[in-house]
Protein backbone atom coordinates (compact mmCIF):
# COMPACT_ATOMS: atom_id res chain seq x y z
CA UNK A 1 0.00 0.00 0.00
CA UNK A 2 1.22 3.50 -0.48
CA UNK A 3 1.53 6.30 1.82
CA UNK A 4 -0.79 8.05 3.25
CA UNK A 5 -1.93 11.18 0.84
CA UNK A 6 -4.03 13.98 2.64
CA UNK A 7 -6.63 15.71 0.25
CA UNK A 8 -5.28 13.66 -2.86
CA UNK A 9 -7.78 15.03 -6.10
CA UNK A 10 -10.16 16.48 -4.77
CA UNK A 11 -13.44 16.59 -7.56
CA UNK A 12 -16.46 18.55 -7.12
CA UNK A 13 -19.28 17.46 -5.32
CA UNK A 14 -21.38 18.72 -8.28
CA UNK A 15 -19.91 15.50 -10.52
CA UNK A 16 -21.39 13.17 -7.63
CA UNK A 17 -23.49 10.49 -9.43
CA UNK A 18 -27.29 11.11 -8.27
CA UNK A 19 -27.39 8.35 -5.39
CA UNK A 20 -24.26 9.23 -4.25
CA UNK A 21 -25.42 13.09 -4.43
CA UNK A 22 -28.85 12.08 -2.65
CA UNK A 23 -26.91 10.20 0.44
CA UNK A 24 -25.14 14.03 0.66
CA UNK A 25 -27.58 15.33 0.60
CA UNK A 26 -29.88 13.89 3.09
CA UNK A 27 -26.81 14.11 5.34
CA UNK A 28 -26.50 17.64 4.66
CA UNK A 29 -30.59 18.51 5.42
CA UNK A 30 -30.72 20.89 2.42
CA UNK A 31 -27.85 23.09 3.45
CA UNK A 32 -25.46 23.74 0.71
CA UNK A 33 -21.98 21.15 1.23
CA UNK A 34 -19.16 23.69 0.29
CA UNK A 35 -15.48 22.09 -0.53
CA UNK A 36 -12.81 23.12 2.36
CA UNK A 37 -11.81 22.66 6.31
CA UNK A 38 -12.11 18.79 5.67
CA UNK A 39 -9.17 17.18 4.83
CA UNK A 40 -9.69 13.18 3.90
CA UNK A 41 -6.61 10.91 4.71
CA UNK A 42 -6.60 7.97 1.93
CA UNK A 43 -4.41 5.79 -0.03
CA UNK A 44 -4.52 7.21 -3.68
CA UNK A 45 -3.51 3.44 -4.77
CA UNK A 46 -4.56 0.85 -2.55
CA UNK A 47 -3.53 -3.17 -3.25
CA UNK A 48 -6.44 -4.46 -1.36
CA UNK A 49 -10.34 -3.11 -0.94
CA UNK A 50 -10.61 -5.58 2.27
CA UNK A 51 -9.58 -2.55 4.49
CA UNK A 52 -8.76 0.43 4.26
CA UNK A 53 -7.65 2.96 6.29
CA UNK A 54 -9.19 6.11 6.58
CA UNK A 55 -8.90 9.28 8.86
CA UNK A 56 -10.72 12.34 8.49
CA UNK A 57 -10.11 15.96 9.95
CA UNK A 58 -11.83 19.17 10.07
CA UNK A 59 -10.61 22.74 11.01
CA UNK A 60 -12.78 23.26 13.80
CA UNK A 61 -11.81 25.38 16.82
CA UNK A 62 -14.07 22.60 19.20
CA UNK A 63 -15.60 25.38 21.39
CA UNK A 64 -19.24 25.52 22.73
CA UNK A 65 -19.69 27.90 19.80
CA UNK A 66 -18.03 26.84 16.71
CA UNK A 67 -17.39 22.56 16.37
CA UNK A 68 -17.70 19.88 14.56
CA UNK A 69 -21.38 18.12 15.18
CA UNK A 70 -20.97 15.03 12.95
CA UNK A 71 -18.92 13.69 10.06
CA UNK A 72 -19.95 10.81 7.37
CA UNK A 73 -18.03 9.02 4.76
CA UNK A 74 -19.78 8.10 1.67
CA UNK A 75 -18.29 6.13 -1.28
CA UNK A 76 -19.29 5.86 -4.98
CA UNK A 77 -19.34 2.37 -5.81
CA UNK A 78 -20.02 0.19 -2.91
CA UNK A 79 -23.50 -1.68 -2.15
CA UNK A 80 -24.60 1.09 0.51
CA UNK A 81 -22.99 4.85 0.04
CA UNK A 82 -23.27 5.68 3.93
CA UNK A 83 -19.95 3.80 5.08
CA UNK A 84 -19.38 5.90 8.58
CA UNK A 85 -21.26 8.49 10.45
CA UNK A 86 -19.15 9.78 13.79
CA UNK A 87 -21.00 12.31 16.17
CA UNK A 88 -19.07 15.02 18.28
CA UNK A 89 -19.17 17.70 20.21
CA UNK A 90 -16.82 20.11 21.94
CA UNK A 91 -15.88 17.48 24.50
CA UNK A 92 -14.73 15.83 21.80
CA UNK A 93 -11.13 18.70 21.63
CA UNK A 94 -10.40 17.56 17.68
CA UNK A 95 -12.36 17.34 15.21
CA UNK A 96 -10.49 14.13 13.84
CA UNK A 97 -11.73 10.74 13.20
CA UNK A 98 -9.84 7.03 11.71
CA UNK A 99 -11.36 4.01 10.67
CA UNK A 100 -11.24 1.36 8.17
CA UNK A 101 -13.67 0.72 4.86
CA UNK A 102 -13.74 -1.51 2.27
CA UNK A 103 -14.06 -0.32 -1.42
CA UNK A 104 -16.02 -2.89 -4.02
CA UNK A 105 -13.48 -1.05 -6.57
CA UNK A 106 -11.74 1.97 -8.17
CA UNK A 107 -14.24 4.92 -6.87
CA UNK A 108 -14.81 8.42 -5.19
CA UNK A 109 -14.41 8.48 -1.30
CA UNK A 110 -16.48 11.67 0.40
CA UNK A 111 -15.95 13.21 3.74
CA UNK A 112 -18.96 15.57 5.31
CA UNK A 113 -18.48 17.54 7.98
CA UNK A 114 -21.76 19.61 9.49
CA UNK A 115 -20.93 22.53 11.82
CA UNK A 116 -22.67 23.47 14.98
CA UNK A 117 -23.87 26.45 12.74
CA UNK A 118 -25.47 23.80 10.00
CA UNK A 119 -22.87 24.32 7.47
CA UNK A 120 -21.28 21.71 5.94
CA UNK A 121 -17.95 21.02 4.23
CA UNK A 122 -16.52 18.36 2.23
CA UNK A 123 -13.20 16.72 0.43
CA UNK A 124 -13.94 14.11 -2.47
CA UNK A 125 -10.74 11.92 -3.05
CA UNK A 126 -10.75 9.18 -5.88
CA UNK A 127 -9.11 5.98 -4.75
CA UNK A 128 -7.86 3.47 -6.75
CA UNK A 129 -8.29 -0.22 -6.13
CA UNK A 130 -6.25 -2.80 -7.61
CA UNK A 131 -7.62 -5.81 -5.76
CA UNK A 132 -11.55 -4.95 -5.24
CA UNK A 133 -14.01 -5.99 -1.99
CA UNK A 134 -17.67 -6.39 -1.63
CA UNK A 135 -17.55 -8.14 -5.24
CA UNK A 136 -20.98 -9.01 -5.85
CA UNK A 137 -21.45 -11.83 -8.97
CA UNK A 138 -24.24 -11.66 -11.54
CA UNK A 139 -26.10 -14.61 -12.28
Same mark, same amino acid.
Request: proline share 5%.
Given at each position: ??????????????????????? =? /?? !??? $??????? @? +? #???????????????????????????????????????????? =? /?? !??? $??????? @? +? #??????????????????????????????????????????
Amino acid at each position: MTGWLACARPVAAAALPDDLAAA =V /AA !FAG $GMPVREG @R +V #SLEIAELVDNGNTVPVSVAVDSPMTEADHVTAISLFNERNPQRE =V /AH !FVL $GPSAGLA @R +V #STRMRLATTQRVVAIARMRDGSCWSRTVEVIVTLAACVESEL
